[in-house]
């Protein structure tokens, strides 16, 4: 059986559909004994909707993954350890331009690079140093001291096993932040 193609209408409430789309798609060929690709899609699927904050839809969807990996982790993913956090995060943000067709633009984030030691300590030139607690279970970071004390960010490996970590408004309500900022692991 071919694979779907899926079009996504990318206005706002088409978007809140796409990890419905991803999950459908994975019980489907979870269904069809396709454990590999089921997993990705149900991966993909927990982590659209992780990013849009519904906690509920997302315990569900990682539910059926330690499932199907016999895995206790709710990020159901056997790489996120203290040591494969470790390493350089450098941040973006999408800033939207205004205009029939333009696409939105990455740029550079004023948090900038954040340094995550694998054992607890961060460092960062726009932030200094301090610590941080790391929940694989929930696949979450929380700086708890220094200037970014009380940060919160969301902690993935895309499908392609780069390391992620998300600054998302909704995680974080007692800081000012307007948008997401996305920080892939830099190789150094």
Not at 91 to 100: A, D, E, N, Q, S
Not at 149 to 169: C, L, M, T, W
């Amino acid at each position: 059986m071919a694979k779907m193609l899926l079009m996504v209408d990318k206005s706002p409430n088409k978007f809140r559909l796409l990890p419905y789309a991803y999950f459908g798609s994975g019980i489907a060929l979870k269904n069809q004994g396709k454990k590999q690709e089921a997993l990705t899609d149900l991966r993909k699927s927990a982590e659209l909707f992780q990013s849009q904050g519904d906690a509920k839809n997302f315990q569900k969807v990682t539910g059926i993954i330690q499932q199907l990996t016999n895995n206790t982790s709710v990020t159901a993913d056997t790489q996120s350890t203290q040591s494969s956090i470790a390493g350089t995060y450098s941040c973006h943000y999408l800033m939207r331009l205004m205009g029939p067709g333009t696409l939105p633009l990455s740029t550079p984030s004023p948090l900038g690079k954040i340094q995550l030691d694998g054992r607890g300590r961060y460092s960062s030139k726009n932030f200094g140093t301090g610590n941080y607690i790391f929940d694989s279970s929930k696949g979450i970071v929380r700086f708890t001291d220094g200037k970014m004390a009380d940060a919160v960010a969301a902690y993935s490996i895309d499908e392609n096993g780069n390391p992620k970590i998300r600054f998302e408004p909704k995680l974080n309500p007692g800081i000012n932040f307007d948008q997401s900022h996305y920080c892939p692991k830099v190789n150094t």
